[in-house]
């Protein structure tokens, strides 16, 4: 199963690993930092010269914050120009995306800001180099595409749900006692101890998709220390995990419409269409390029999804679906797989896995099989593509979990802190625009601003639209805040 908020276009299959040699400052060294040349893995060469990598130790409990402790990796590049306001932290979301292998290939989208700060990231707790969980080999992680996930017997029912146990067993092998300790609060308390040793008096960040609920956390939790932060693609935080469900199912329902429409379709019977093809690949999946592969529902599904996420691979989709129809599954499970971080030798990357593990360990609510068949209709009425998909995923995502969820939605007010900028876009169908107006109107009057992109795809910034950028660079950039309320078409 695959949760699908995440910052998918930006997903990378590596992390770099954190490197501890010298070549730090003094400064850095007294705070507990020594920066040194990225190095490369496997999968990944190292980046430039211009990055350097370090680890910080924090604890693993921050209620007994002089106990064990564990390793955060972190990037950072300096800022290049004279003028530097400090610098600023982003999360690329998930949970589970390695800020660390994510950061170089995002810089270029945001270089202006690297005139006046430094670039920083950081895998959080759990993810990638700072103690990454994996809670399935390879093998393990193809053999479960066989498990329906839209389960319609007994029997189907019986596998979708041992398969879910399965994974959670596999997680608390991994991860053992650090199970208990990557909640986004978690993470957030991270992030102030990064704050610290990087001599920062404020936290200016930049939050992407569930980095928008980190920030958010973040605010709450230290709301005086807040200091120019941009939260975009934002998830709701009124939602619980059911509500994240439905409100994905319309955001993809929403993106798959403006898809069919580009095409000439009329949405309604386009989307039956879709279903109808969804329902026979369910009952016989399609053959690929790939003998011992086959195109299941459930990568059918996914690999619908990830083109929504940019209006430019709308083709791409249009080529998949033309695929499929005519019985070829060799075009939507190469986006699958791309979702999923598979590479060609077969090997899958974690962000999934992490994204379980933190989700589940926020998330109080644990739908049973029970109320899942009782929501199945307002989701199918919400999505006819989608809605099974997200309906059956409230039960199976922490099924048979070994540890408590911690709250049913997070808590994001924070008065008295700095205005915080809410970059919403009416398009995006992984994170709808309903969330963005409902985290400005949490923040609290006076601290959350909203700025509205009448667009499509998931996040808004450095997505084509002049007036985002320059409305957001000169917020980060000259501490302009704009009018609340403001709108980009």
């Known amino acids: 199963m695959t949760r699908l908020v995440r910052w998918t276009a930006l997903a990378v299959t590596s992390a770099l690993l954190a490197a501890g040699c010298g070549g730090g400052s003094s400064d850095d060294d007294k705070r507990g930092l020594s920066w040194g040349r990225c190095k490369a893995t ?37 800022a290049r120009g004279d003028d530097r306001v400090g610098s600023l932290l982003f999360n690329f979301g998930g949970p589970g995306a390695s800020g660390v292998s994510t950061m170089p290939s995002y810089a ?22 700072s103690e990454g969980v994996r809670c399935r080999g390879d093998q393990e992680i193809q053999a479960a595409e066989s498990v ?75 709301p005086k220390n807040v200091g120019r932060m941009t939260l975009d693609a934002v998830m709701d935080p009124g939602a619980d995990a059911v509500g994240h469900a439905r409100n994905q199912a319309r955001g993809f329902q929403r993106a798959l419409n403006g ?79 791309r979702y999923n971080e598979r590479d060609p030798s077969g090997r899958y990357g974690t962000t999934t896995h992490a994204q379980r593990v933190i989700s589940c360990l926020d998330d109080r609510q644990r739908p049973t099989a029970a109320t899942t068949r009782k929501l199945l209709p307002q989701f199918e009425k919400i999505s006819p593509v989608f809605g099974t998909f ?46 963005a107006r409902r985290m400005a109107d949490e923040l609290g009057k006076g601290v959350g601003v909203m700025l509205t992109w009448r667009g499509e795809g998931h996040g808004a910034y450095g997505s084509g639209s002049d007036c985002v950028d320059s409305t957001v660079n000169a917020y980060l950039l000259d501490g302009s805040v704009p009018k609340d309320g403001k709108v980009c078409s």
């Not at 064990?68 to 990796?73: D, M």
């Not at 399609?286 to 592969?293: D, I, K, V």
């Not at 911690?406 to 205005?419: F, I, K, L, M, R």
Request: net charge negative; aromatic share 8%; proline share 8%.
């Open 148 to 222: 329906d996930v839209t389960p319609d017997t007994p029997a189907e029912e019986k596998a979708y749900f041992q398969d879910a146990a399965d994974f959670a067993k596999g997680c608390r092998k991994d991860a053992g006692k650090l199970m208990a300790h990557v909640s986004t609060a978690d993470s957030a308390r991270d992030m102030d101890r990064i704050r610290e040793v990087l001599g920062d008096k404020r936290m200016h960040y930049f939050g992407i998709s569930y980095g928008t609920e980190l920030g958010g956390t973040y605010a709450h939790l230290f």
């Open 390 to 435: 997200l309906g059956w995923d409230t039960a199976g995502w922490c099924h048979d979990w070994p540890v408590p969820g911690q709250h049913d939605t997070p808590e994001v007010s924070a008065p008295g802190a700095a205005p915080v900028l809410v970059v919403g876009n009416t398009g995006d169908p992984a994170t709808p625009y309903e969330g």
């Open 108 to 129: 270029p989208t945001v270089s202006s800001l690297r005139e006046r700060y430094d670039l920083v990231s950081w895998d959080p707790r759990g993810v990638g180099a």
């Open 42 to 78: 496997a999968d990944a060469p190292a980046p430039s010269g211009d990055w350097q990598c370090a680890t910080l130790k924090v604890p693993l409990d921050w209620s007994k914050p002089d106990g064990e402790t564990i390793g955060l990796a972190l990037i950072r590049a300096k």
């Open 259 to 337: 898809y069919l429409k580009s095409t000439g379709q009329d949405p309604a019977e386009g989307s039956r269409k879709i279903a109808n093809l969804l329902r026979r690949i369910d009952a016989r999946p399609l053959p690929t390029g790939t003998p011992e592969r086959k195109l299941t529902q459930t990568l059918a599904v996914t690999g619908i999804i990830l083109p929504l996420y940019s209006r430019d691979s709308w083709p791409t989709l249009t080529s998949a679906l033309d695929a499929a129809e005519r019985g070829d599954g060799s075009e939507l499970l190469t986006l699958a797989d």
